[in-house]
């Protein structure tokens, strides 16, 4: 059994190995369909991706399927641990920083 210590030692070992990029490349993997996440996100299993095909219900029950002139029908989705959020909207530090990674 690992140690409080140990355990974050061989974690950031493993995390070491993992290759990482900045926000211009995130939001091209993003787009090409793959689910990418900042090694600085605090949460475990946190992501994003591309969410296509968007609708949603109304107060009054219908169905509204999204579609926007210059974006059509997508949306980038922040994927935690409290479920999902649409349409995320990245930070300062998250568009800054060179922690992004593919999600294995």
């Known amino acids: 059994m690992f140690t409080n210590n140990e355990s974050t030692d ?3 070992e493993m995390n070491e190995d993992v290759s990482t990029f900045g926000f211009d490349e995130a939001i091209r993997q993003v787009k090409a369909g793959r689910k990418v996440q900042r090694r600085g996100w ?3 299993n946190q ?3 591309l969410a296509c095909g968007i609708s949603y219900k109304n107060a ?8 926007h002139e210059a974006i059509g029908n997508k949306a980038i989705a922040f994927v935690g641990t409290s479920g999902v959020q649409m349409g995320w909207l990245a930070s300062q530090a998250d568009m800054l920083a060179d922690d992004w990674m593919l999600v294995p």
Do not use: F, P, R
């Open 10 to 12: 061989l974690d950031k």
């Open 42 to 44: 605090n949460g475990k």
């Open 60 to 67: 009054i029950g219908e169905i509204v399927n999204s579609e």
């Open 47 to 49: 992501y994003i991706e």
